[in-house]
């Protein structure tokens, strides 16, 4: 096993993230992320209840069984050490990218004969609901493929509420939920984002909200989270810091969503900080009506050095917006608030952990970008850690088509990548307006393909504008074409090992890099933009003309911006559905054939690093830093250390 994974199970491997930036800070700063860190760790147990409404019973009965092992190594109990390892990798029985549940590769007698050696006190610690509850509904949901099988529906030929398994909703059809806030909407003058942080459900035949709140829904968890924001509030940097901490803490509090717009202001205000955090009810990728949004935390370091380039981005985001090839009536006439940063994360936690993003732009409120502006980062030690441990793999070798590719990545494949994560994030999510009386949500399950792709599309766009050199961001447009071949040949081919053969594309990143990768190759045949090659049986798409293919992503943007601006659910399905979706099965059968043989997991995550308080005379004198070593010995804390619902 390369050096840089800890551990590696089913289409995961685990690597570890360096954060030299946090030895360098002062005492106060340490302590702060140190606070900001527990509130991230806390909130743990809302996403494995948001994902599914057993996780946390599920997980809790693995962990006993894995605890009452006498040997994790011995052949006998690999397949359910490896099952609980992806479990706790995907906060749930869901893959984390497909959501479709995971059947554990032993049989039902071996967990039952498992589950009969554990004591009354252990099966108490796991459910109130007794040995039978256990045996008969927690197994079966194991192991019965019918039931809870998906765990974000994408099918619109169903009910995508009722056919997903997630804790969004309880009880309730698409139909009454898409009612219920469509009403909320009519009655309120309000712009907040309307059931961002609740459960829908049925009570006595009456549809109605119980908020994620300090006294409501996951309040013993928020509890939890408060105690150490107000800790924090003693060691902030500035009083912009110390505006946003105290309004999310009232936000925790009352779980009103006109509290949480006034933390997003105030948080998107501090430009000063070098420690940040993410911490809330932030994303909507697991909801496929695009209104819930799923626990996350990320305490960060600025990083001064590196985040001169996006601020470069940041100055001349008017230039961008100005110039870009959407419609004139989409564009913003005046970009305001758009900042950006270069990050070291200090610490993952929810739906960013142990699976985390590169870069991250919010508020994701459009009233909110529209009027204040945004602020984007781009994660350098997580890319650098993906960087280091992709070297010498194999990887490039067999799939890129020619030594110049090869070349190109070994020069520029760093940079560049990082380049596109600063464009997508800070001006690409931040561009363009939508029209008057137009949600988000009108576009369904098909919003995050769309804008994902609308962010990317900008960034392609412009990684090829002689303005990058311009601004001195690169110094060769040879670094613009590395980034060309390696979108099209992820979206093309690689991204394909992570899929199971036969299935269909079913997450938002992942649809939108086929829709535009595929769209673009549609597009381009009459030139020969990118052709497809065969060699020694083995499939590669080859780029022919970069000046055209950016050509085309201006075209495809040009529309993507269109169907958002004006929230045209027909269009996006149309172009999600015939591009992003449907994979060629001779191609796909190939591609996992090849990873096999290089014996490359598709997917990664990651452990945090220790923070250890140094304690002398009851008063915390420092805060050190350790690299975590064990990934299943990480997770076993947090479940130990973190567990309040």
């Not at 020619?402 to 001006?427: P, Q």
């Not at 960034?459 to 601004?471: E, F, G, P, R």
């Not at 595929?518 to 020694?536: A, F, H, Q, T």
């Amino acid at each position: 096993m390369n050096n840089l994974i800890l551990d590696k199970f089913y289409d995961v491997k685990i690597l570890s993230y360096e954060c030299e930036l946090f030895n360098e800070l002062t005492k106060e700063k340490k302590i702060l992320i140190y606070c900001l860190s527990q509130a991230a760790l806390c909130g743990r147990d809302i996403l494995w209840d948001q994902n599914f409404k057993y996780n946390i019973e599920i997980r809790r009965l693995l962990e006993k069984i894995y605890l009452n092992l006498n040997d994790v190594n011995s052949k006998v109990d690999k397949p359910f050490v490896d099952y609980f390892k992806r479990v706790l990798f995907s906060n749930g029985i869901h893959h984390h990218y497909s959501t479709e549940k995971f059947i554990p590769e032993f049989n039902r007698d071996y967990l039952l004969s498992k589950i009969d050696d554990l004591s009354d006190d252990d099966i108490l610690k796991i459910t109130d609901k007794g040995i039978t509850f256990i045996k008969e509904e927690l197994v079966d949901i194991l192991f019965n493929q019918t039931i809870y099988s998906k765990r974000v529906s994408q099918n619109t030929e169903g009910d995508l509420v009722a056919d997903s398994s997630n804790n969004f909703y309880s009880g309730v059809s698409m139909q009454e939920a898409e009612l219920f806030y469509r009403k909320l909407r009519e009655e309120s003058d309000t712009k907040k984002s309307v059931g961002l942080n609740s459960q829908l459900k049925s009570e006595n035949g009456i549809v109605c909200e119980e908020v994620w709140s300090l006294n409501g829904m996951y309040g013993k968890a928020i509890e939890q989270i408060v105690f150490w924001l107000n800790k924090a509030l003693s060691y902030t940097e500035n009083s912009e810091q110390a505006e946003w901490l105290k309004l999310l803490v009232d936000y925790y509090t009352d779980g009103d969503l006109d509290t949480f717009d006034n933390y997003s202001i105030a948080w998107l205000n501090d430009k000063k900080s070098v420690v940040d955090s993410v911490n809330g009810f932030i994303e909507i990728y697991g909801d496929p009506l695009g209104i819930k949004a799923s626990w996350e935390a990320i305490v960060n370091i600025k990083n001064t050095e590196a985040t001169r380039r996006t601020e470069i981005i940041s100055e001349n985001a008017q230039w961008f917006e100005d110039n870009s090839p959407v419609n004139k009536n989409f564009k913003k006439d005046k970009v305001k608030g758009v900042s950006a940063k270069v990050i070291d994360v200090v610490t993952l936690g929810g739906d960013c952990y142990p699976a985390t993003p590169i870069g991250i732009n919010l508020p994701n409120a459009e009233w909110i970008r529209e009027e204040y502006g945004s602020k984007s980062v781009t994660i350098e030690n997580i890319t650098k850690a993906y960087h280091k441990e992709s070297l010498n793999n194999g990887f490039l070798k067999e799939f890129a088509f020619s030594e110049y590719e090869i070349e190109l990545n070994e020069k520029y494949g760093f940079i560049a990548g990082n380049m596109h994560t600063d464009l997508h994030e800070c001006l690409g999510h931040g561009s363009g307006k939508i029209n008057d009386g137009i949600t988000t949500e009108m576009l369904k399950n098909y919003y995050s393909p769309i804008e994902e792709a609308r962010a990317d599309l900008f960034a392609l766009y412009y990684i090829y504008d002689q303005k990058m050199i311009d601004l001195g961001l690169f110094n060769s447009i040879d670094a613009a074409k590395c980034e060309y071949s390696n979108y099209i040949r992820n979206g093309l081919v690689t991204q394909l090992g992570r899929i199971e053969l036969g299935k269909d594309i079913e997450q938002a990143h992942m649809r939108n890099r086929q829709l535009i990768s595929k769209w673009c190759y549609e597009k381009g045949l009459s030139d020969n933009i990118i052709e497809r090659k065969v060699r020694d049986n083995k499939t590669f798409f080859v780029i022919n003309d970069y000046e055209k293919l950016r050509d085309l992503f201006a075209e495809l943007l040009k529309e993507v911006q269109r169907i958002k601006s004006e929230g045209d659910y027909d269009a996006a399905k149309l172009l999600v559905e015939n591009y992003g979706i449907k994979i060629d099965y001779d191609l796909h059968r190939e591609v996992l054939e090849r990873f096999k043989a290089l014996n490359i997991a598709p997917y990664s995550g990651f452990v945090n690093p220790k923070l250890i308080p140094v304690i002398e005379n009851n008063t915390v004198v420092d805060i050190m830093i350790e690299p975590c070593t064990s990934y299943i010995d990480q997770m076993l804390e947090y479940s130990e250390n973190y567990s309040f619902l």
